[in-house]
Each structure stands twice: as structure tokens, then as C-alpha cells.
Nanobody, 120 residues
Framework: QVQLVESGGGLVQPGGSLRLSCVAS????????MGWYRQAPGKQRELVAD???????NYADSVKGRFTISRDNAKNAAYLQMNSLEPEDTAVYYC??????????????WGQGTQVTVSS
């Protein structure tokens, strides 16, 4: 079994910052790409940022220059530093990871989501 657990969401004022964390645990052999997605009420889930095992990252245009994705391969963890938050960033944020288990089966795993609310 593999689990992804996110933390770090909350309520923040516009212009503020939050740091999301995602830790994978279980029968993990290796983790390829990790990413953060978000889903606002009434909207489709969208990619926020992703990062390869080697550290190459990709961002949605709406968050470039404000958000930074990073990962710690030794800890099976990914992070999303969010600065200059805007009300439009309000959403449930989900961690995603492409994981090879110890049984050499590859799968796409999701966390349970963490709420980020940007409001004054």
C-alpha cells in the first residue's frame, strides 16, 4: 500500500504565504514525477506545478514567479512554497506522485487534499 499525505493548508490573507508538504509512505521502490494540482469550487482540477526526480520543474502560468515546487527524494517528499497569494488561489490542493512500488508496479497516486483559502 502507498499513501500520500498533504499538510500545510489553511487560511491566509492576500499577499501572504503558505508552504504545503506531501509525504509518500508505504511499499515504495522509487518515485518519478511529483506534482501539485488544485481544484476550486465549480472548476476542473488543474496542474499547479510538477517536478521530476532530477529536479526539473514546470509551472502553470498563473503561479509562475509566486510558487516554488521542490522535493526531497530521501524523504519521499514534495513541497510547494506559495508566496504572494491571491484570492484566485483558493482551492483544494492535491499532491500527485508517480510511484514504483516494491513489487515493481507503477501507479499514479493522490493525496486526500488540503484546503487553501486566501481571503481578507
Amino acid at each position: 500500500q502507498v499513501q500520500l499525505v498533504e499538510s500545510g493548508g489553511g487560511l491566509v490573507q492576500p499577499g501572504g504565504s503558505l508552504r504545503l508538504s506531501c509525504v509518500a509512505s508505504g511499499s515504495i521502490y522509487s518515485i518519478d514525477d511529483m506534482g501539485w494540482y488544485r481544484q476550486a469550487p465549480g472548476k476542473q482540477r488543474e496542474l499547479v506545478a510538477d517536478i521530476t526526480r532530477g529536479g526539473n520543474s514546470n509551472y502553470a502560468d498563473s503561479v509562475k514567479g509566486r510558487f516554488t515546487i521542490s522535493r526531497d527524494n530521501a524523504k519521499n517528499a514534495a513541497y510547494l512554497q506559495m508566496n504572494s497569494l491571491e484570492p484566485e488561489d483558493t482551492a483544494v490542493y492535491y499532491c500527485n506522485a508517480k510511484i514504483w512500488t516494491r513489487f515493481f508496479i507503477s501507479g499514479d497516486y493522490w493525496g486526500q487534499g488540503t484546503q487553501v483559502t486566501v481571503s481578507s
